[in-house]
Structures are given as C-alpha cells and as structure tokens.
C-alpha cells in the first residue's frame, strides 16, 4: 500500500512512522471513533490536484463526532487547511484517498462517551478502482442487515459500525459477488457495503431516503444534482422493495471509494440488458470529468491544491 510520507497526529503533522496509538486507547479498544473518506484527483492537464467536496466530507466529519459526543478545536475551513498542508508536503501526482479521523484517545477500560479526550489524526495513501468490476458488477443479497439508526447511528461514519460493512464484503466476495444489496430492518434495499445505491425505472432515477439507514453520501448527493442539472432526469428519493431491483432497468452504486459502478447482474438476474445502462454511463463519464476540476459550473466543488 502507497501511504503517505505525513500524516497529521496529536494537533501536528509529524512522520507516518511517527503516528502511533497505543493498544489501550479506547478507539481502538471500542471502535469510538468517527471517519471520514475522501479523495483528491489528479488532472493531468492542469498537473494538478483536486480534493472533492472537502468541506461537505469535514461536515459530515464533525457531524458524525457530535452524534459521538465528540469535540475537536477545528472547524471545516481549518481541516480543509490542514489537508492541504499535508497534500502540499507529500507533493501527490496521482489520485489519493484520505482518511480523517476523530477518535476517544484516553487509555484504559471502561465503555462510555463521556470524560473522555478527542483527538483529530489523518492520513493519506494512493488509491485508484475499489471494486474491481466497476462497469459490471454481479451483487447478491446480504444476509446481514444494515445497522439501524436505533442501534449505532447510520448517518455518520463511525468505525465500529463498519464491522457491520466487512461482515456484508467478506461474505459476498467468499461467495463470489463483487458486493451486497443491503437491506435494512424493516426489510428495504439500504445501500451496499460502503457505497450508496441508485436504480432507474421507467427512466426515473431512484434512490433510498436518508431516513432508510444510509450514510448520506456525498457522491450520492452530487450525483443527484448532476441527474437533475445535466441530464434533465427526475430523482425521486423513496424506499426500494427487494423485489423492485430485478425489473430495473440501470442500477448503479456511489461512494467516495467506489465512485460510480454498474451493476449489471443481481443474484444472477440480469439487470436491464445485463449491461451498463446509458443513464449509468452518462453519469460515470459526468462524474469523473467534475471530479477531475474539468467541467467549470462545478468547480466549486473542487479545492486545488495549489
Ligand atoms: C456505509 C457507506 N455508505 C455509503 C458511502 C458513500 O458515501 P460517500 O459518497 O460520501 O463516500 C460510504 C462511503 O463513505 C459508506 O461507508
């Protein structure tokens, strides 16, 4: 794996080899902790680097430690800095994915929230495809269900819910899927492991509410917005019935990670024609192009690192 040279640790940035816990700490002793996931991309005419959508991912970052009780000194635009510092110092010419975390750093036992200090740390590592079949995914049911937002918070990224994701990938890939349709308590299409979850009917795109356990994904949401701005399509944000995903005609899958994969085969049903749909292919080609800082309208969604 290609990590970073820094990392931010203990209010500074300091050697990746430098950034150590100690097997006491409670984040890692309960999985208090809260992540965030975002990536930087590399436009290979401007030769430079982009992140994406930094300050909505510090967002959903502190908005995730407050559902955790937690509190750091830095606010969106002091993360979004500090971010940039460390892409600055490493001098990335590739595409990267960076991992902020806020985390219960006192040692010892003893379960709880309260009395207990926070610490912000990050990291950064090269990353390119996460699922490999990204233009042609064959996904399963899990037999998991999704956290419910009653039991652990399913809105915010918090690391010891995503026992829950690794339980739903390793069983799916041992199965010989590429990924899992995830379906919540009350027995609707949630999301995948870690990535978001469109499909198209009737040439209408559809998507899980926020209030169907999902991490509110800010691919997802960017996605939206380009369906209705640049391909005029209506998107309708409703629950989705197992059986609904056989008789659709796309279906694809978003995350920061994942980016935007087609699924083209669900337990070994086709989907559609059992190929990348146009809707799907629009969108990937869209998104990648915003992404990569080369479509103007959305650059504001793109923070150079100049
Ligand atoms: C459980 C889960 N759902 C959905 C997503 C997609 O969210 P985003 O597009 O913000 O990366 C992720 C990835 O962060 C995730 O971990």
Redesign the pocket.
């Known amino acids: 794996m290609d990590l970073s040279k820094h990392a931010f640790f203990e209010g500074k940035i300091v050697p990746l080899a430098d950034a150590k816990i100690n097997i006491a700490t409670h984040g890692f002793l309960y999985g208090t902790a809260v992540f965030g996931?975002?990536r930087a991309y590399w436009n290979e005419e401007k030769k430079r680097l982009f992140v994406f959508r930094p300050y909505d991912?510090f967002r959903?970052v502190l908005n995730s430690g407050r559902m955790m009780a937690m509190e750091i000194p830095y606010d969106e635009e002091s993360l979004i800095q500090l971010t940039l510092d460390i892409l600055r110092m490493d001098d990335w010419k590739q595409d990267v994915y960076l991992r902020p975390t806020i985390y219960k750093a006192d040692m010892g036992i003893g379960v709880r929230l309260h009395d207990l200090r926070d610490e912000f740390c990050m990291f950064i590592m090269a990353f390119e495809k996460y699922v490999k079949n990204d233009t042609n995914a064959h996904v399963t049911f899990s037999s998991w269900r999704r956290i419910d937002d009653n039991a652990i918070p399913a809105r915010g990224?918090i690391a010891g819910a995503?026992a829950n994701?690794a339980l739903i990938k390793t069983d799916a890939n041992r199965a010989g899927f590429d990924e899992a349709l995830v379906l919540d308590q009350n027995g609707h299409v949630s999301?995948?492991?870690?990535?978001?979850i469109f499909m198209v009917r009737d040439d209408v795109l559809i998507t899980p509410p926020v209030t169907d356990n999902?991490?509110?994904?800010?691919?997802?949401r960017s996605i939206i917005e380009l369906a209705r701005n640049e391909l005029g399509l209506q998107v309708v944000e409703r629950s989705i019935d197992r059986t609904e995903v056989f008789i659709a005609e796309e279906m694809f899958m978003?995350?920061?990670?994942?980016q935007v994969v087609a699924v083209t085969k669900i337990d070994h049903r086709p989907v559609g024609r059992g190929e990348m749909g146009p809707i799907t292919t629009k969108l990937r080609t869209l998104f990648d192009d915003v992404v990569r800082a080369k479509v103007p309208k959305y650059q504001n969604w793109n923070v150079e690192v100049g």
């Not at 999301?191 to 978001?196: F, I, T, Y």
């Not at 978003?254 to 994942?258: E, I, Q, V």
Request: proline fraction near 0%.
């Open positions: 996931g975002m991912h959903r990224k995503y994701s999301e995948g492991s870690a990535m978001n999902i991490l509110e994904g800010i691919t997802r978003t995350g920061t990670a994942a």
